[in-house]
């Protein structure tokens, strides 16, 4: 119904800055909200970033927050993650992930129906 394609990830230094894109194709009138996890190696998913409703809401994970922000644009059916500030912590695959409707935890990777399927992001020191 949705499909959700990754792009932009790479290898930066820590303090580079990097941007990710999310193309959206499919049923995108069904989309409510977009997110963006991180996982890396050996480790949970983690949230990142999440964006939702007409007026652009937007909540961030504590770890990132004054160093990412998420947008979107509609016309062009995608979501962007700007990475500013990079850190050697911030390594991990990226997802981009979509919801269809409100939910109690937009935090939860349980939240969101549709994935992509990832982009590799890595930060040296």
């Known amino acids: 119904q949705v499909q959700l394609v990754e792009s932009g990830g790479g290898l930066v230094q820590a303090g580079d800055s990097l941007r990710l894109s999310c193309a959206a194709s499919?049923?995108?009138?069904?989309?409510?909200?977009m997110g963006w996890f991180r996982q890396a190696p050996g480790k949970e998913h983690e949230f990142v970033a999440a964006v939702w409703g007409s007026g652009g809401n937007t909540f961030y994970a504590d770890s990132v927050k004054g160093r990412f922000t998420i947008s979107s644009d509609s016309a062009k059916n995608t979501v962007y993650l700007q990475m500013n500030s990079l850190k050697p912590e911030d390594t991990a695959v990226y997802y981009c992930?979509?919801?269809?409707?409100?939910?109690?935890?937009?935090?939860?990777?349980?939240?969101?129906?549709?994935w992509g399927q990832g982009t590799q992001v890595t930060v040296s020191s």
């Open positions: 992930a979509a919801r269809l409707n409100r939910v109690t935890i937009i935090t939860s990777p349980g939240s969101y129906v549709y």
């Open positions: 499919g049923r995108t009138f069904s989309t409510y909200g």
